[in-house]
């Protein structure tokens, strides 16, 4: 086995414990965790295909940064892409309020 094979290996142990969680969760029937876990691997070459000056991918930003720049990148990490919406949806929606000089805090 070669080496590339050999990390793809390590790396999909790293991801197996996550997508088993995911696969668990109230996403599990929203997203394919196998089709995902596939997908994660490709991440990194898409990144630094549409933004060579991104080293290493450390946030979703530059991850959205790419999609946005090449939408066909959507299409191809299909999954990826709609876990992103749901991250970004979810963190949105669960009513974080940033303090604010106008309103008064909430106090529960």
């Known amino acids: 086995m ?6 793809k290996e390590n790396i999909a142990d790293d991801f197996s414990e996550h997508l088993e ?5 109230c996403f599990g029937t929203d997203i394919d965790c196998s089709w995902l ?12 295909t549409t933004l060579p000056e991104v080293r290493q991918v450390t946030n979703t930003r530059a991850i959205c940064e790419a999609f946005n720049k090449t939408p066909v990148t959507k299409t191809l990490l299909g999954e990826v892409h709609k ?3 749901l991250y970004l949806t979810f ?15 909430y106090v529960a």
């Open 2 to 7: 070669c080496s590339k094979e050999n990390s």
């Open 21 to 25: 969680e995911l696969q668990r969760s």
């Open 37 to 48: 876990g596939h997908q994660l691997y490709l991440v990194h070459d898409a990144v630094k």
């Open 83 to 85: 876990l992103l919406r």
């Open 91 to 105: 963190t949105c929606g669960i009513g974080v309020r940033l303090p604010s000089a106008r309103f008064p805090p």
